[in-house]
Nanobody
Framework: QLQLVESGGGLVQPGESLTLSCAAS????????MAWFRQAPGKERDFVAA????????YYPDSVKGRFTISKNNAKNTLYLHMNRLTPEDTAVYYC??????WGRGVPYESWGQGTQVTVSS
């Protein structure tokens, strides 16, 4: 398994952008599919984005498609989530996840980070 540490969260105003990072330690990062999830207070965890091991295929739900971009730098063992046009509805704790059993929305990711808080408020 990988050890994952998210960073880059914070307080931003509606309409602004923010980039999250997820640093991974462990072997064979380039073999892992990865994803971002988020969980708002009192709500279930939601899928945000996924990327295949090589980083050349991505998948987003309609709620973030066109605003969020997931990317993976296998040379730096780092996953990113660039978020544009943020709204208060994007406020949540954001988690990165990694797995070896496929990629996408319904995949059982094996490794999880501790999360980073994103708050969108004026």
């Amino acid at each position: 398994q990988l050890q994952l540490v998210e960073s880059g969260g914070g307080l931003v105003q509606p309409g602004e952008s923010l980039t999250l990072s997820c640093a991974a330690s462990g072997r064979l990062f380039s073999s892992y599919a990865m994803a971002w999830f988020r969980q708002a207070p009192g709500k279930e965890r939601d899928f945000v984005a996924a990327i295949n091991p090589s980083g050349d295929s991505t998948y987003y739900p309609d709620s973030v498609k066109g605003r969020f971009t997931i990317s993976k730098n296998n040379a730096k063992n780092t996953l990113y989530l660039h978020m544009n046009r943020l709204t208060p509805e994007d406020t949540a704790v954001y988690y990165c996840a990694a797995g070896l059993r496929g990629w996408g929305r319904g995949v059982p990711y094996e490794s999880w980070g501790q999360g980073t808080q994103v708050t969108v408020s004026s």
